[in-house]
Nanobody, 125 residues
């Protein structure tokens, strides 16, 4: 079960933190990730993190600006988004999968099993 929180309206250059409460996994080795879909565009992978070893993956355009982290005690994954740009405007979704090997092409949304509801992030110029 996944629940995403934290979207909102922010000016360019500002920050937001998204949260994803992720629970109910039967395996310890799984990924939790963030995807986004802007109006008229396909959904794209933004970032993900491995629960087993903490390895992080990022979309090139967000590297250095976004940071994914986890708090296992709270079963929550965070996406800290800094230096936001208008092109970051999208509905952001958290997702999870325990299918082995997904990390190799983590940005492919079809490989992910579970999805939370989206949260809208709007960045004004």
């Amino acid at each position: 079960q996944l629940q995403a929180f934290g979207g909102g309206l922010v000016r360019a250059g500002g920050s937001l933190r998204l949260s994803c409460a992720a629970s109910g996994f039967t395996r310890d080795d799984y990924l939790v990730g963030w995807f986004r879909q802007a109006p008229g565009k396909e959904r794209e992978g933004v970032s993900c993190i491995s629960n087993s070893d903490g390895t992080r993956y990022y979309l090139d355009s967000v590297k250095g600006r976004f940071t994914i982290s986890r708090d296992n005690a709270k079963n929550t994954v965070y996406l800290q988004m800094n230096s936001l740009k208008p092109e970051d405007t999208a509905v952001y979704y958290c997702a999870a999968t325990d299918t082995p090997g997904v990390y190799r092409t983590w940005y492919e949304d079809v490989l992910w099993d579970s999805w939370g509801q989206g949260t809208l992030v709007t960045v004004s110029s």
